[in-house]
DNA sequence: TCTGGGGTCCTAGGACCC
DNA sequence: TCTGGGGTCCTAGGACCC
């Protein structure tokens, strides 16, 4: 289908020069997924998250929403607001199925869009003036096409630029007011009006990269709301932010937002982390990192990818959490090679107390065959056990290319269970594939037991 | 029994090179 | 003999986004 067979109509809206951005985002993605694929959910509180102890919600049906449940909440809290919730752990190869279904029907409409996250895109219809194209009447017939061929809806912004695009899809979307949800006109444009009220209007809190650290630092300051930030100093702004920042929002504060639409973005690293139902000490926490080490290699070795760059991160139980990274003058995707580094790096680490959470990170990323370029700078090996770990890593990423080769093989044809370490099989292993928002129910029933030891 | 897991970007200090 | 400034890489931590 040719983009000006259905995106253009006559001259409705704004001209492409006026408001050449949108931002497409899918209405309570992962919930909405799971009342597709289960009928049965319709019109009942449904969230996706981490049911256990230490879960959260990464995502909640309007239903949800009414009694207050939000993501990002403990799960437990949520429980509290609304007993009857449903909490499914999350599919995430179905949510990565519908993304990539979403960006297919972006892309009819145009290639120049950024990707935020599975539910979210950037466009840049700038290009488009030839075809004719109008964009309210673009963002309509993309939200029609959603809406009919995934069954999903979602909210669009049409805009001059990301910050207010981006801010128009919220007001595109349905709310939840008072308890009663409002239904929202689907695609929302920004003319100067709106944009101008908006900057009169919006607390800080509203904008891109204003979380609830700087907030608060905004709100030492006396800067509550986005019209304050235009009266305040580059020069104090920057003091108290950072240079970076603090250009970010005087840009914003002016109703400017010079970030472009970055299309095909790539990934820049890549981990696997777990908190875990009952906290770890000592050994445990090397064997959680030798499996977590095997979840980081296999999706290098499924992008072709190698790693430069391995980091262990570990959070405690007073919440406390410190990273360690270690930089080789080779890639590695093997599972050995990589649970060697984050051995050694965890080495320097006091496992003695108990550790709720670890990770195991891979950057730096080479393409395959691009293994022995970097050789020129020497490795900072911090003492003698770390260089000895770094050597081995490098002779197995040698050695066991071949046993790792086949192993993925059987992986793939009999689905990942098929062929583990003994040393996965114990319950660290079977909490893997309950949730990816922290430990089930299950985990927490069960938690007293503890990962067996070896 | 409060606060996950996937990421991105920024900052700051030290090492090293030119 | 003392000392410069820019650039890059590495490491650790922090904030933010979805």
Known sequence: MKPSDTWNSASEGPSLAEAPILHVDLDAFFASVEVLDDPSLRGRPVAVGGAGARGVIASASYEARRYGVTSGMPSVTALRRCSGLVIRPGRFDRYEELSRQFRGIVEDLTHRYEAIGLDEVFCDLSGLVRLGVRPVPAARALRARVIEEMHLDCGIGVARNKLFAKLASREAKSRVVAGELVAGPGVFYVDHETEARWL???PVRALWGVGPATAAKLGQLGLTHVRDLARVSHADLTAHLGPALASTLSSFARGEDPREVVADRRAKSLGHEQTFARSLVGDEVIAAARVHAGV????LRERHQLARTISVVVRFDDRESLSRSQSLAFGVDDDEAIFRIAEALLAG???SRAVRLLGVHASGFLA???????LSFAVAAADETRQRALDESRARQVAHAALRDAVDEVRRRYG???VSRASELGELATQ???????PGLDALSDGDEGPDRR
Do not use: M, Y
């Open 200 to 202: 009169a209007e919006l």
């Open 296 to 299: 980081v290699s296999r999706a």
């Open 349 to 351: 680490v006091d496992t």
């Open 368 to 374: 395959r065959g691009e293994s022995e370029v970097q």
């Open 416 to 418: 990942n269970e098929a």
């Open 432 to 438: 893997r594939g309950r949730s990816a928002f922290g």
